[in-house]
């Protein structure tokens, strides 16, 4: 098996050239929303679309005939770039949008995050993102006039001459941390998950504040355990609605926990058998696999070299995060 860090996590953007010096080339754009090759991303209302049927469900791909059709509704269409030697528009369609006849079905990625590739993903998750930014920028944030689209839909204008503001897509900062203290790690259920699952503590990074004083305060705040060391590990981007995940291990100075801020419904400290114990009773399931949260723990329960992950797999994703 691949090392962990050979494991793409899932909408990390693998093979996906973005094609940045093309959004200002007005000829290029024009023949490309042309050409055979290029494809378009529907996206329905805060919903992308995937092809269902007996075989493992697709992206639902158009091509510039089907795509032509849908143009009248679009409320944005962006570049994406270019993925398995296509060249990707993401079409931003109101949720009513009629599609193309066949065993089509709308869907939040989550459910599919152990079922498609992590390259389709990815280019899913930049589709829904974007086109998530456009239909809540649609107004100037400064005059409340409308907004032009520019470079290929990765740029909003305020339409007002006096007022020329620019909106750029914007990306929220998040952390997420697994704690740990002796043979111990901290795990966290929200109120809306099932009461089996649980994962890492994550939150969002406020302003005027840096990643590591982000994970202290969150992990006080919803545990009440505080932190004495931390590290970087990695990060993942996930597109609900356009965040980047940021990745920590920190050790716990104390080990009592009290929920805080009403963020957890519970959290608790579980050692390596505990984990093992509650994946094989059907007690316990952990983040989805290929996502960071799964990664911190994996690496965290292999460590001792006594086990591995790969020996208990889950019979249930959990695509929360």
Same mark, same amino acid.
């Given at each position: 098996?691949?090392?962990?860090?050979?494991?793409?996590?899932?909408? #990390?953007? #693998?093979?996906?050239?973005?094609l940045?010096?093309?959004?200002d080339?007005p000829?290029?754009l024009?023949?490309?929303?042309?050409? @055979?090759?290029t494809?378009f991303?529907?996206?329905?209302?805060?919903e992308?679309?995937?092809? /269902?049927?007996?075989?493992?469900?697709?992206?639902?791909?158009?091509?510039?005939?089907? %795509?032509?059709?849908?143009l009248?509704?679009?409320?944005?269409?962006?570049?994406l770039?270019?993925y398995?030697?296509?060249t990707?528009?993401a079409?931003?369609?109101p949720?009513?949008? *009629?599609?193309? @006849?066949?065993?089509? #079905?709308? +869907?939040?990625? $989550?459910?599919?995050?152990?079922v498609?590739e *992590?390259?389709?993903?990815?280019l899913?998750?930049? %589709?829904r993102a974007?086109?998530?930014?456009?239909r =809540?920028?649609?107004?100037?944030g400064?005059?409340?006039a409308?907004?032009?689209?520019h $470079? @290929?839909?990765?740029?909003?204008?305020?339409?007002?001459?006096?007022?020329?503001?620019?909106?750029?897509?914007?990306?929220?900062?998040?952390?997420i941390?697994?704690?740990?203290?002796?043979?111990?790690?901290l795990?966290?259920?929200? &109120?809306?998950w099932?009461e089996?699952r649980? &994962?890492?503590? /994550?939150?969002?990074?406020?302003?005027?504040?840096?990643?590591?004083?982000?994970?202290?305060?969150e992990?006080?705040?919803? +545990?009440n355990?505080r932190?004495?060391?931390? !590290?970087?590990d990695?990060s !993942?981007?996930?597109p609900?609605? %356009? *965040?980047?995940?940021l990745?920590?291990? #920190?050790?716990?100075d104390? +080990?009592?926990?009290?929920?805080?801020?009403?963020?957890? @419904?519970? /959290?608790?400290?579980?050692?390596?058998e505990?984990?093992?114990?509650?994946?094989?009773?059907?007690?316990?399931?952990?983040?989805?696999?290929?996502?960071?949260?799964? $990664?911190?723990? !994996?690496?965290?329960?292999?460590?001792?070299?006594?086990?591995?992950?790969? =020996?208990?797999?889950?019979?249930?994703?959990?695509?929360d995060?």
């Open positions: 098996m691949p090392g962990h860090d050979d494991i793409p996590f899932v909408f #990390a953007g #693998a093979g996906l050239d973005r940045a010096p093309r959004r080339d000829d290029w024009r023949e490309t929303l042309a050409a @055979a090759r494809r991303v529907p996206v329905l209302g805060e992308n679309t995937i092809v /269902a049927g007996s075989d493992a469900p697709a992206p639902l791909l158009l091509d510039c005939a089907a %795509a032509r059709v849908l009248t509704q679009a409320h944005c269409m962006v570049l770039g270019s398995a030697g296509e990707c528009f079409l931003g369609l949720p009513d949008a *009629s599609l193309p @006849a066949g065993k089509i #079905a709308l +869907t939040n990625l $989550r459910p599919q995050l152990a498609l *992590s390259g389709v993903l990815a899913l998750g930049y %589709a974007m086109v998530h930014w456009h =809540h920028n649609r107004f100037c400064k005059c409340g409308p907004t032009r689209s $470079r @290929a839909g990765h740029e909003l204008r305020c339409t007002r001459a006096e007022c020329g503001n620019v909106i750029y897509p914007c990306v929220n900062p998040a952390i941390v697994l704690v740990t203290h002796g043979g111990h790690c795990l966290g259920r929200q &109120s809306g099932l089996r649980y &994962s890492t503590i /994550a939150g969002f990074v406020e302003p005027g504040e840096d990643p590591e004083a982000s994970v202290r305060r992990v006080r705040e919803e +545990t355990i932190v004495t060391s931390m !590290q970087y990695a !993942q981007p996930w609900y609605p %356009a *965040s980047l995940m990745g920590f291990r #920190a050790t716990a104390n +080990t009592d926990i009290h929920c805080n801020d009403g963020e957890l @419904a519970d /959290a608790r400290w579980f050692s390596r505990d984990i093992v114990r509650g994946i094989r009773d059907g007690g316990l399931v952990l983040p989805t696999y290929r996502s960071i949260s799964y $990664r911190l723990v !994996q690496t965290w329960f292999e460590e001792s070299g006594k086990y591995s992950l790969d =020996h208990y797999p889950q019979t249930e994703a959990f695509s995060r």
